[in-house]
């Protein structure tokens, strides 16, 4: 069965600084996606980057990239310019590329803090 | 990108009544709906995934009589908690999905909030 793991429960970083969030995971699958979504305060779900595992090169969205090391089985976020709106919980999830449902399988979370 | 609405965002019922949460794609039609539960400061937990048209698929240790949930249409699922206990209460989430393949984005509902007393 395939695992997340987020070591770190809580982090805080101040405001325009950068802060890697760490995501391990266990699998024996080859083909997958890999994930980090945002929970704000008001709880909806939100997708922050997307990563395929076939991809050698790193996803990155506007402030947000990851540093993705398959043969590790890692996965971590980093997010430079840190603004008071990245305040949240940032969960990275796994889904299996094949099957009939395909679903999320998350990690327990990191609450992250920016600070002014 | 993809709106999904759920219904009510928060309620209130007495132990033993059941209440029923609608979760609905606007603007796609969802082959594959998910249902969560979130405790706070906690991760969120599948509770079932359901394709329309079918039965849905629970997760080991969710009780499917009591979490009924119905996926009758392309752009709306229901969970039903029936005969419903204060250890219910939780923060529910669905989210729906275009297609059942993993290369579609799964777009996720703001939740409902469940209180029973």
């Known amino acids: 069965a395939q695992t997340v793991t987020q070591s770190q429960p809580e982090m805080s970083v101040q405001e325009a600084e950068t802060v890697t969030l760490s995501c391990t995971y266990d699998t024996s699958e080859n083909n997958y996606y890999l994930f980090w979504y945002k929970q704000p305060p008001s709880r909806q779900m939100i997708l922050v980057i997307r990563q395929e595992a076939y991809k050698q090169q790193n996803a990155t969205e506007n402030r947000f990239s990851v540093n993705f090391q398959k043969a590790a089985k890692s996965f971590s976020l980093k997010i430079s310019d840190s603004q008071l709106g990245d305040t949240a919980m940032y969960f990275c999830?796994?889904?299996?590329?094949?099957?009939?449902?395909?679903?999320?399988?998350f990690g327990t979370g990191t609450l992250l803090a920016v600070q002014p | 990108g993809a709106v999904v609405s759920q219904h009510p965002s928060w309620v209130i019922c007495k132990s033993g009544t059941s209440v029923k949460i609608e979760c609905r794609s606007l603007?796609?039609?969802?082959?594959?709906m998910f249902w969560y539960r979130q405790f706070p400061k906690q991760s969120l937990m599948l509770m079932a995934t359901?394709?329309?048209?079918?039965?849905?698929?629970?997760e080991q240790g969710v009780e499917k009589d009591k979490f009924l949930i119905n996926h009758a249409s392309l752009t709306l699922s229901t969970l039903t908690v029936t005969s419903a206990h204060p250890e219910d209460s939780s923060f529910y989430i669905c989210s729906a999905r275009e297609q059942a393949g993993a290369a579609y984005e799964q777009y996720f509902g703001p939740g409902t909030r469940l209180t029973v007393t």
């Open positions: 603007d796609f039609q969802a082959t594959t």
């Open positions: 999830a796994f889904m299996f590329h094949g099957g009939a449902t395909n679903k999320l399988i």
């Open positions: 359901s394709n329309e048209g079918s039965k849905a698929t629970y």
